[in-house]
C-alpha cells in the first residue's frame, strides 16, 4: 500500500470524517495539540505515554507520533470517558477529569486510581481495543467503503 492508501485506511478503520481531504491529501482536524497534553491524555486512559501501544488498539498506523489522526482519536477517547464520568467535555485530561474518574470508579466498585484502564473503560462500555472493521470512537465501516476511499 502507499503511504497516502495507509493514511487514509487508518482514517477510515478510526471513524474519523475525512471532510474535504478529497486529492488534496489534506485533513479537517483540531489544531495541534501540546506534547505536555499528549501525555496526560495518554496517562489518563492508562497508557503511560505509550504512543505506540495507543495506536495499536485503535488500530492507527503504529509510527509513535501524535500526528493529527492519533491525535484526534485520543481527544475522541477522553471525551467518551469525560462524558461518561461526568466530566466536562473538553478533550483535555486534567484535575477535574481525574477527580470524575475517580467517582466513578467508586460508585462502581472499582479501584479509584483515576485513571480509565482497561476494567474503567470496560464498566464504561467503552471499546478500548478495537477490532478490524471497527471504531473505538463509534460505527464501523465495510472493507468496500476503505477501498473506495483508498
Known amino acids: 500500500m502507499t503511504s497516502r492508501r495507509l493514511f487514509l485506511h487508518g482514517a477510515a478503520i478510526s471513524g474519523l470524517a475525512l471532510g474535504t481531504a478529497g486529492l488534496t491529501g489534506g485533513i479537517n482536524a483540531h489544531a495541534a495539540m ?3 497534553r499528549i501525555k496526560r491524555n495518554l496517562n489518563g486512559l492508562g497508557y503511560s505515554g505509550s504512543i505506540v501501544k495507543f495506536q495499536a488498539d485503535h488500530r492507527l498506523v503504529q509510527d509513535g507520533k501524535a500526528g ?3 491525535q484526534s482519536v485520543l481527544a475522541a477517547m ?5 462524558n ?8 483535555s485530561w486534567g484535575d ?3 477527580s470524575a474518574v475517580k467517582s466513578y470508579q467508586s460508585k462502581n466498585g472499582l479501584e479509584a486510581d483515576g485513571k480509565a ?9 467503552i471499546t478500548r481495543v478495537v477490532g478490524l472493521g471497527t ?4 460505527g464501523s465501516i465495510r472493507r468496500t467503503e476503505v ?3 483508498g
Not at 477522553?78 to 469525560?82: A, D, I, P
Not at 482497561?118 to 462500555?125: A, H, I, Q, R, V
Not at 471504531?135 to 463509534?138: D, F
Open 34 to 36: 501540546p506534547t505536555d
Open 68 to 70: 493529527a489522526i492519533t
Open 78 to 82: 477522553v471525551s467518551l470517558v469525560q
Open 84 to 91: 461518561k464520568a461526568g466530566a466536562t467535555m473538553d478533550s
Open 96 to 98: 477535574a477529569t481525574t
Open 117 to 125: 484502564g482497561p476494567l474503567t473503560m470496560s464498566k464504561m462500555g
Open 135 to 138: 471504531s473505538s470512537i463509534g
Open 147 to 149: 477501498i473506495q476511499r
